[in-house]
């Protein structure tokens, strides 16, 4: 069975500051990641995704994920966090062999200016 | 450019009372569906999934249920709603071409339910 755990219910960083959002997985096979935003009532947005390849994952609105198989980790990543950051973020996994997403609980980033 | 549709946006039902959301998507051909829905703007669940026409598979055992009755239309149901089934109920959709496996799915704007 596939999951998702993410640490940490609440990020808070000051405007500018590097900000990290935390994921590890449990997949059986070689794991497909991602990672979505979603703003207050509304719905998710996706932001990058993990195949293969290069560990480092450059996706929308300056976010970069770095996938690291030894850790079965994928954080997410922005070197200088803006106000308008401040949402919930969700990371994912799929089995390579299942259709179906795993969601994490969410993580609320707050970005005080 | 591919976008989803849901409506109502917003929705308050009595107990007891039936319902029907509608989920549909444009600008792509025999996607693969998604319901899910999210409570106290946590984790996402997901409830039923539909690979094409007519198949629905169920991942909850509960009182809704999920028809497809055309390839880009996915409706959610209920004959009897419960306090329990508040909610906000996301649609999603993934492209079926290529290595499925690997796209992204793609979400709707939601639907905020309230059964009081």
């Known amino acids: 069975a596939q999951s998702v755990a993410q640490p940490e219910d609440q990020v808070n960083v000051a405007e500018g500051n590097p900000l990290t959002v935390k994921c590890t997985y449990s997949?059986?096979?070689?794991?497909?990641l991602f990672w979505y935003v979603q703003y207050p009532n509304r719905g998710l947005q996706f932001l990058l995704k993990?195949?293969?390849?290069?560990?480092l994952v450059k996706g929308s609105y300056g976010f970069e994920a770095e996938f690291n198989k030894s850790q079965t980790s994928f954080h997410l990543k922005k070197p200088s966090a803006l106000v308008s950051d401040s949402a919930l973020y969700f990371c994912?996994?799929?089995?390579?062999?299942?259709?179906?997403?795993?969601f994490g609980a969410g993580t609320t980033v707050t970005v005080r200016a | 450019s591919q976008t989803i549709h849901q409506w109502p946006a917003t929705l308050v039902q009595p107990v007891g009372s039936p319902l029907s959301l509608e989920c549909t998507v444009e600008?792509?051909?025999?996607?693969?569906l998604y319901w899910y829905r999210q409570a106290a703007g946590r984790g996402l669940q997901l409830l039923f999934y539909?690979?094409?026409?007519?198949?629905i598979s169920s991942e909850v055992p509960q009182n809704l249920s999920a028809s497809r009755p055309q390839d880009r239309q996915f409706i959610l149901s209920s004959k009897k709603l419960l306090l329990s089934d508040s909610g906000f109920y996301l649609c999603?959709?993934?492209?079926?071409?290529?290595?499925?496996?690997?796209?992204?799915?793609?979400f709707g704007p939601g639907t905020r339910l309230t059964v009081l």
């Open positions: 993990y195949i293969t390849g290069d560990n």
């Open positions: 999603a959709w993934r492209a079926d071409r290529g290595l499925a496996r690997i796209n992204e799915q793609f």
């Open positions: 994912a996994v799929r089995d390579p062999h299942d259709y179906k997403l795993s």
């Open positions: 997949v059986s096979g070689n794991p497909y």
């Open positions: 539909s690979v094409g026409i007519g198949q």
């Open positions: 600008g792509t051909s025999n996607p693969n």
